[in-house]
């Protein structure tokens, strides 16, 4: 005895070479639903997770996104730089409990290179607050160590005790390199799922010393300065790129950030990464509800594709309609038919749709972290993609309601015998 | 002799048209009985079957079956009622084309209860039964599992024939059945399907425009006589 669900997959099957370019579109159509979803997700979270425990960003004055991107992100280039002395007196505001300088420009093989203090790998937190680790060696203790962030050591197979060079410079804009002043890996981080993976972090005087024979951004033509001579210069960086701020108190934070933005020695500009995220994200907003509509548009193409193919077909099949009313089928019993038909595609279409989703994070994820540091981490399905699934399939129900009543009014008009 | 069918009054027009284009005033047809129903292409053979075959509802007048007036019952009712007494066997493209030869003929049990229950008061099962019909109309083992559209149009008639007789229905409603088949498999087809009512008893209703078949059969009706709609051509 064949059940009505099994005539209808049976009838589906039977025309599968139409129907799977159906299932295929319903697939790609809904892979791209979620994808937009997940990346959007992913990337907030991502971001949100590299700024934790840091009550203020300092640097010189520029709009407050592009400063967290360079800083926080390695993203872009910083409009300039800030002074010493400013970092100095910053250090020295009775509200600021620690302030890690950051130092950025040079990288090694695309990989950006931060110049920083030891202090930062107490003060820096990733997720919900969560100290650096370390999965080998320690922080750096000489002027020519690195310690590498996972993806970097992963990527490039380093370990510890290994020498690397850095590149002035980074990406298409590599001048030369400092290869006359390698460089010891003495740590490897854990991994964060920030863009801390992605850098390779030095002391800020290491900054200094391999650019002591530098000029405007080159070498010193015919000036060369060993790398053991580089200890007798005096080695304190007299700009940096931006600061990470912590206070003794949260709600001093509006107080410092106006005086920092006050500050008579020159230009800064203190940022609360929080804030200055959600600006971001209301920048990005108006791309991402766009990207949205046309992936909801997508879809609705999908389901009206699928529509039209089944009315199509369904002309052909009034002998076949007409057979089942006469061995005894009710009319409601053809419109199941043609609508349990419908859904069959549209379920085949939303799990070929995961699979490509899921196969699709799998294949980009390695890519996505290496260059954005957003981590498309492999998971189970969110309420919310669930909600789109459910909207999707109602979607799709109603649009099947469109060939199974017509095929209901066609069973009703033909009788037992079809006019064509 | 009791009536399988009775037929009062009867008037029949397609939706939207004004005159109906069937008009009986009363025709009987005796259980058992094997009644050639002629009449020329578009005379209302098939509008008549339908009527019978319960999936058009008359305009006026009575459809009794089975002693029953299919006039009072709803839309689930009179299909239950073609699924369980009526079987129907078309000109052609009478089987599903992707379902199998077997599932073909068992679809008449998918969908009625009663001839299923005939079938195991019979001691029989469906797919039993399937196989016994398949087997007497000469359709070999090895074409069961085959989709329908792979057989001949013979071979798919005979199918057909299988489903409409399986579970035992009270009444067969053939269509045509041998106009797609050439003369010497057309004389095979009816004397197979005349034997096989005979043997069961069933009522047989077979339409056709060529009356070189009517003697095999009981009684001919001429629908163009039994008809009394006004033609719109004048021959009534």
């Known amino acids: 005895m064949v059940p009505l669900p099994l005539i209808a997959a049976r009838s589906a099957w039977n025309r599968r070479t139409t129907l799977s370019l159906v299932v295929l579109s319903i697939a790609l159509s809904v892979a791209l639903l979620l994808g937009v979803e997940r990346l959007r997700h992913d990337a907030r979270d991502g971001f949100a997770h590299s700024v934790s425990g840091t009550d203020l960003i300092v640097g010189a004055r520029t709009a407050p996104v592009q400063l967290l991107l360079n800083a926080v992100f390695r993203i872009g280039s910083a409009s300039a730089g800030m002074r010493w002395q400013s970092f100095a007196d910053l250090s020295a505001m009775p509200q600021v409990a620690w302030a890690v300088p950051l130092s950025l420009g040079d990288s090694h093989r695309g990989f950006p290179v931060l110049g920083t203090t030891p202090d930062y790998f107490d003060r820096v937190r990733h997720g919900r607050g969560t100290p650096l680790r370390f999965v080998a060696g320690q922080r750096f203790a000489h002027l020519f160590d690195a310690v590498l962030g996972a993806e970097v050591a992963e990527r490039l197979g380093y370990r510890v005790g290994q020498t690397i060079s850095l590149e002035h410079g980074s990406g298409a804009g590599i001048v030369a390199a400092h290869d006359d002043k390698p460089f010891t890996v003495t740590g490897i981080l854990a991994r964060t799922g920030t863009p801390i993976d992605r850098t390779v972090h030095v002391g800020l005087e290491a900054i200094e010393a391999i650019h002591l024979d530098w000029q405007g951004g080159a070498p010193v033509p015919g000036l060369s300065i060993p790398a053991d001579m580089v200890r007798k210069f005096d080695l304190t960086p007299k700009t940096i790129t931006a600061a990470m701020v912590g206070l003794h108190s949260r709600a001093a934070v509006f107080r410092v950030q106006r005086s920092v933005n006050a500050y008579p020695g020159e230009a800064l500009i203190a940022i609360l990464p929080g804030v200055a995220l959600d600006e971001l994200w209301s920048v990005v907003a108006v791309a991402e509800t766009t990207l949205l509509a046309i992936s909801t548009m997508v879809v609705v193409v999908g389901l009206a594709g699928l529509v039209a193919v089944i009315l199509a077909g369904l002309n052909e099949r009034r002998r076949e309609l007409a057979v089942l009313r006469a061995v005894g089928a009710s009319p409601r019993q053809v419109f199941a038919l043609l609508t349990i038909e419908g859904l069959m595609v549209t379920a085949g279409g939303l799990l070929l749709g995961l699979a490509l989703l899921v196969a699709a994070s799998a294949a980009a994820a390695p890519l996505v972290q290496a260059r954005l540091g957003i981590d498309l981490a492999l998971r189970g399905l969110s309420t919310g993609e669930l909600g789109w699934l459910a909207v999707v399939a109602g979607a799709s129900l109603l649009a099947c309601l469109i060939p199974g009543y017509r095929a209901y009014r066609l069973s009703l008009a033909d009788g037992l015998t079809p006019r064509l | ?236």
């Open chain 2, 1 to 236: 002799m009791t009536a399988s069918l009775r037929i009062e009054a009867l008037a029949y027009a397609w939706p939207g048209a004004q005159a109906p284009c069937l008009r009986i005033d009363a025709l009987e047809i005796a259980r058992g009985e094997r009644v050639f129903l002629h009449g020329p292409s578009g005379s209302g053979k098939s509008t008549l079957l339908g009527l019978i075959g319960l999936v058009l509802r008359p305009g006026a007048g009575t459809i009794t079956l089975a002693g029953q007036d299919t006039g009072r019952l709803s839309g689930t009712a009179r299909d239950r009622m073609r699924a369980d007494h009526i079987g129907v066997i078309f000109q052609q493209f009478n089987l599903i084309p992707y379902l199998s030869v077997l599932d073909n003929v068992l679809l008449a049990c998918r969908f009625s209860a009663r001839r299923r229950a005939q079938l195991q008061d019979a001691g029989s099962t469906p797919t039993g039964e399937a196989a016994r019909l398949l087997r007497q109309l000469d359709l070999a083992a090895d074409h069961w599992t085959r989709p329908a559209a792979r057989l001949s149009v013979g071979q798919q008639q005979r199918v057909a024939m299988a489903r409409a007789l399986i579970g035992g229905p009270e009444l067969i409603l053939a269509d045509e059945p041998t106009s797609a088949l050439d003369a010497p498999r057309q004389q095979a087809f009816l004397e197979l399907l005349l034997g096989e009512c005979t043997a069961r008893g069933t009522t047989l209703v077979f339409a056709s425009h060529d009356r070189s078949l009517a003697r095999l059969l009981d009684r001919e009706l001429d629908l163009a006589a039994l008809n009394r709609a006004a033609d719109p051509d004048g021959s009534a």
